[in-house]
């Protein structure tokens, strides 16, 4: 099941949101040696934020085996404060209903085809989240290969937002952007073969950026 969560859920989700950040910890620091905050065995940063929502996929409710972070990008971008190089038309930035996809991770413990199955319900769940929020694009940097096997091959067309760069361990980066809309979603469900992924009983709330 994906689940939605936010700040407003954390008396009623706590195990979740624990769990995500230790996902996190073990995905990002532990195995990719990512140089990020820690505390108690989770990783976090100032993208954090109250205006975070956070797509978690967990079968008992308590353990969160992948998960990936959306934030508006008017309450804080890192792809903007630190890779703004990879953009070549910096108006993105300043967009209305843009948001920010970062930290998306898969348990890498789990078998191949568990993880397949993780990784084509949270590129659903993008859609549908944005689709229910009036999201117009969603945006986010990952290695080249990432952006094929995840998404591309998952039916979602990208616009690249700049050419690939290689960054740290000679690893290929580069700034995509997913136009969030019913035919997108359409076609990635086509090609998944999922229907409706995205558990979400509370009311929407519009975000509103400063």
């Known amino acids: ?18 769990s ?18 820690s505390v108690d065995g989770m990783e976090f940063d ?15 409710g308590k353990t969160v085996l ?18 703004d190089e990879f953009v070549d038309d910096k108006t993105v930035f300043s967009t209305p209903d843009v948001w920010e ?17 993780i990784c084509q319900t949270l590129v659903c769940g993008y859609l549908e989240f944005g689709i229910q929020r ?16 995840v998404f591309e091959r998952n039916g979602i067309a990208l616009e ?8 740290g361990d000679s ?5 995509a952007s997913i136009a969030v809309s019913q035919m997108q979603l359409d076609r990635t469900r086509l090609r998944t073969g999922l229907e409706a992924v995205l558990f979400d009983d509370r009311p929407i709330r519009q975000e509103h950026a400063a």
């Open 46 to 60: 100032k993208y954090d934020t109250l205006a975070s929502k956070y797509l978690v996929y967990t079968l008992d």
């Open 101 to 117: 996809g970062t930290r998306f991770c898969i348990d890498s413990r789990l078998p191949p085809e568990q993880r397949r199955l």
């Open 160 to 167: 690249r937002l700049g050419a690939a760069r290689s960054f």
């Open 66 to 83: 992948g998960a990936s972070r959306l934030t508006p990008i008017g309450f804080g971008c890192m792809l903007q404060d630190h890779f």
């Open 134 to 149: 009036g999201v117009d694009r969603i945006i986010g940097l990952m290695p080249t290969m990432i952006l094929r096997t």
């Open 171 to 175: 690893v290929k980066l580069q700034a």
């Open 20 to 37: 995500q950040f230790q996902l996190r910890q073990r995905e990002f620091i532990e195995r990719q040696n990512y140089d990020v905050h």
């Open 1 to 18: 099941m994906l689940q939605l969560l936010s700040f407003t859920t954390i008396s009623k989700q706590g195990d979740l949101f624990i």
